[in-house]
């Protein structure tokens, strides 16, 4: 009997913390699509396309950086962010600033900036860069892929799904490089990297996110 009850808690621990770890991951992989939506509304993008990006490349690591300097949960290219300074902010020097994302405590503001690296002056939380910003970060790539898509169908004369695939490979491997291992937007061979998006992307337009 008592041998019968410690199996079955046991069953039960192991249970739950299957279910926990289901859920932690769910949550993690949807908190930010709200952000996404919007973003992807305002420059006329699928969403799924967006969701594709940041869970292949940034892994929904807000803070993450890449090889060439990406940045955040979209690997936003630097030429992405020198453009985006240069087009949107008007700024070629804009600086993002650092961002506190704590948002529990009161009278904090989430979107509070920093002049200096370091720790939160109000809650003491570790500060990150204002481009790895999450909503900041979102609307930044967005943009840039919305501008490398209109770029590619004025190039291809094509629109839709069928540029989607020159454009992700011009955001992950620069415009210049996607030129070149497309032959110009004419040969779709593709990395496995490009592939991993391409795959993401599919699977989150069968789930509904559009």
């Not at 699928?46 to 940041?54: D, F, H, N, R, T």
């Not at 020198?82 to 949107?88: D, E, H, L, N, S």
């Not at 190039?155 to 490089?177: M, N, P």
Request: glycine residues 6%; positive net charge; charged residues 25%.
């Amino acid at each position: 009997m008592r041998l019968a009850i410690v199996i079955s808690l046991c069953v039960l621990i192991v249970v739950f913390s299957i279910g926990s770890l289901l859920v932690y991951g769910n949550w993690r992989k949807d908190r930010y699509d709200p952000l996404i939506v919007d973003a992807a509304n305002r420059h006329d993008l699928p969403p799924s396309l967006v969701k594709a990006i940041i869970d292949a490349r940034g892994r929904f690591n807000y803070d993450s950086r890449g090889e060439r300097g990406e940045v955040g949960l979209m690997q936003v290219p630097q030429e992405g962010v020198a453009q985006y300074r240069t087009m949107v902010m008007k700024n070629p020097e804009y600086d993002f600033g650092w961002v506190c994302v704590n948002k529990a405590h009161p009278p904090h503001d989430e979107t509070i900036r920093h002049n200096l690296s370091g720790t939160c002056n109000i809650c003491r939380t570790p500060l990150i860069r204002g481009e790895s910003y999450p909503k900041q970060n979102i609307e930044m790539g967005a943009w840039y892929l919305a501008r490398l898509k209109a770029e590619i169908e004025k190039a291809t004369q094509r629109k839709g799904d069928d540029v989607i695939r020159f454009v992700v490979a011009a955001y992950c491997l620069t415009e210049k490089t996607a030129r070149k291992v497309t032959d110009n937007y004419r040969n779709p061979v593709f990395p496995p990297l490009i592939k991993e998006v391409l795959d993401a992307y599919q699977r989150y337009k069968r789930k509904g996110l559009r």
